[in-house]
């Protein structure tokens, strides 16, 4: 399929302001997901919900994500990406408000978890648009720099969400005495912050000349095929397909648990902290870490390339994860060691994330790379849902220690299968020759 219309102008029609989108549009990327996956689980733990149930519900939350390339043609076959991510920013502020409105009845844990399904539907959907029109209207190399900014910005809104927000939740719920009150507002100010982000994209979003709806055959059911059958006909999709199902197998786990193992009592296994704390610790601080670690991690693949990086990143989002066996087995009382902790292995990740994102964009690379870099996040997303899906009965079952530790060891299949990838030297290095010239 080829893109409708001349090609009159540079594929980075707005190459010269990126500054004024990419930042706005991965902080408006990341709110809905943090929400679907970490705030929801933080407000289910204080509202009484198991560990078992949180982690069974919310991973089913993975599945739009998972089968998004089943609509992702959809976004190139019918308007532009810009149209699209505007659209459906409004939607989430609608959902997120639908949230807040519906948490103080008595089937709350049933009506929020089929709003969140909204919720996350309308996020997947926009996330192939947004990463359509990020790799449209940057040249290659530019894509590679910005990765580590489009990570910051990505996780600053994890920081308003599991942070800020998160701290404001239990501040607001240790004054009133009444979580579902405290959480309602939290949810009201996320829809009011959402639908203002959707207003100004409205207004700064640039118009890439090649950001066109693309021109199929006419049979909607035979372009869903060709586009398919274009990434699947990749000599390597089974490397690719197992390198993309296991990078994230540890923490597909761990992430549905941290929370939980922060907040449970020290009997229970837990380290007893606050919600308040939480958020400061796990939802600020660590954050923060995860943020500097993207920085870092974008700069340097763009200094040396993917090829040369891909190893020490590995290691470093693997390795960390022993501190949290020690963390359980030990159960520090003092808070800021927990923090710092924390913080190591949230930098770590933050750094060898920066790998993945770019191997990702790597194999999106093409004529249909809104629906390829759907799939492949697909595939993470895959990644996540099914081994989420057990961690609650796992950890329950054997304890945080020896959960964390499993955690640990099933990292290494990545390592594995890490060792088979062919990668280009150059892929994601800067060019040393001055990048195209935009349209003034």
């Not at 991965?26 to 509202?47: C, D, R, S």
């Not at 991510?85 to 939607?91: D, E, G, H, P, R």
């Not at 799939?375 to 997303?381: G, P």
């Not at 950890?395 to 990838?421: D, K, N, R």
Request: charged letters at 10%; proline letters at 5%.
């Amino acid at each position: 399929m080829a893109s409708a219309g001349p090609n009159t102008g540079s594929p980075v029609a707005s190459a010269e302001t990126p500054w004024r989108w990419i930042p706005s549009l991965y902080f408006g990327q990341g709110i809905p997901y943090v929400v679907v996956m970490t705030i929801a689980v933080i407000m289910y733990k204080n509202l009484g919900i198991s560990n078992a149930d949180i982690a069974l519900y919310t991973s089913w939350l993975y599945l739009p994500w998972v089968i998004k390339p089943l609509w992702s043609p959809i976004v190139d076959l019918f308007h532009t990406k810009r149209f699209w991510i505007v659209t459906l920013q409004f939607v989430i502020g609608v959902a997120l408000a639908l949230v807040a409105i519906t948490l103080p009845t008595s089937e709350f844990f049933r009506i929020t978890l089929a709003v969140l399904w909204l919720l996350a539907f309308s996020s997947s959907t926009h996330d192939i648009a947004a990463d359509g029109f990020y790799m449209l209207a940057l040249e290659q190399h530019q894509q590679a720099a910005f990765v580590g900014v489009r990570s910051t910005f990505y996780r600053l809104a994890m920081i308003a969400g599991q942070g800020a927000l998160v701290f404001l939740a239990g501040r607001l719920a240790e004054r009133t005495g009444d979580v579902t009150f405290a959480w309602s507002l939290v949810f009201g100010v996320l829809s009011l912050l959402f639908l203002l982000l959707c207003m100004y994209h409205g207004r700064v979003l640039p118009r890439p000349s090649t950001d066109q709806t693309v021109v199929g055959t006419g049979n909607l059911m035979l372009d869903f095929w060709t586009t398919f059958r274009a990434f699947f006909a990749r000599k390597d999709i089974l490397l690719v397909l197992a390198f993309l199902l296991t990078f994230r197998l540890g923490e597909a786990q761990a992430l549905k648990l941290v929370a939980p193992f922060l907040l449970d009592e020290r009997p229970a296994g837990g380290l007893g902290l606050s919600t308040a704390q939480v958020g400061i610790a796990y939802g600020t601080i660590g954050v923060i870490a995860l943020t500097l670690g993207g920085i870092a991690g974008g700069y340097m693949i763009s200094r040396g390339g993917l090829r040369r990086w891909v190893w020490p990143m590995l290691c470093a989002v693997h390795v960390p994860n022993l501190l949290f066996v020690l963390l359980a087995a030990l159960q520090p009382t003092s808070v800021p060691v927990i923090t710092l902790a924390i913080a190591i292995e949230q930098f770590g990740y933050g750094f060898g994330f920066a790998a993945y994102m770019l191997f990702m964009i790597m194999v999106a690379d093409g004529p249909n790379k809104s629906a390829h870099y759907a799939i492949c996040t697909s595939f993470m997303a895959l990644g996540m849902m099914l081994p989420g899906m057990v961690s609650g009965w796992i950890q329950e079952q054997v304890g945080y220690p020896q959960f964390f530790l499993w955690v640990c060891l099933c990292t290494l299949p990545s390592l594995i299968v890490a060792a088979f990838l062919d990668i280009d030297p150059a892929f994601g290095r800067k060019k040393t020759t001055p990048a195209a010239v935009s349209d003034s």
